[in-house]
Nanobody
Framework: QVHLVESGGGLVQAGDSLRLSCAAS????????MGWYRQVPGHGREWVGS???????NYAASVKGRFTISRDNTENTWYLQMNSLKPEDTAVYYC????????????WGQGTQVTVSS
């Protein structure tokens, strides 16, 4: 199957940028889409954006125009570029490979903390 590892989180100030990485290993050829989610303690996991087959990328309204999802095919790594960060972007960010193709299970990384101070 697939193993996902996020990195790149940290503490930044409002207006700063961060780039999160999601490195995939294992049966990466089974990954047909990749999503990014975030979660604040005490709240449900919120969808941030997804890259789906055909290279189509969709974003939540709250991040559209500020966040960008991309992929490095040679490195099996997906990225979430986050610009103009706001305190309300503070959360643990997760990447997710949904089941489908030859991927049997909904696969999540361990998450990376992003904290934006005002």
């Amino acid at each position: 199957q697939v193993h996902l590892v996020e990195s790149g989180g940290g503490l930044v100030q409002a207006g700063d940028s961060l780039r999160l990485s999601c490195a995939a290993s294992g049966d990466t050829f089974c990954i047909f889409a990749m999503g990014w989610y975030r979660q604040v303690p005490g709240h449900g996991r919120e969808w941030v954006g997804s890259m789906v087959p055909g290279g189509v990328i969709n974003y939540a309204a709250s991040v559209k125009g500020r966040f960008t999802i991309s992929r490095d095919n040679t490195e099996n790594t997906w990225y979430l570029q986050m610009n103009s960060l706001k305190p309300e972007d503070t959360a643990v960010y997760y990447c997710n490979a949904p089941p489908g193709s030859c991927l049997q299970y909904d696969t999540w990384g361990q998450g990376t903390q992003v904290t934006v101070s005002s």
